[in-house]
């Protein structure tokens, strides 16, 4: 086996890296049921993820490119699951 100084990403993609922060933040959440992301719909939360993406972005993306990608992972992400009945 290989032993290296350098370690692996711990995200693969700046969509996976946003969808993180966005969880982290407390932007949006996980159906318990049925695995689905669902947006809270937090001024707050999504202002937090906007902020760290814009101060810490991954390594060789700018911070607006950053914040791009958090915002393109909102708008892709319902307030609702898709596989929940409707009440």
Known sequence: MLMTEQRRPAFRTLRGWAINVLNEAGAIRECEEHGWMQDRADPHARERAFDFARQDPPAGVSPDAAAAEVRD???????????????
């Open 73 to 87: 992972v909102l708008n892709s992400i319902g307030d609702t699951c898709p596989d929940c009945p409707i009440d």
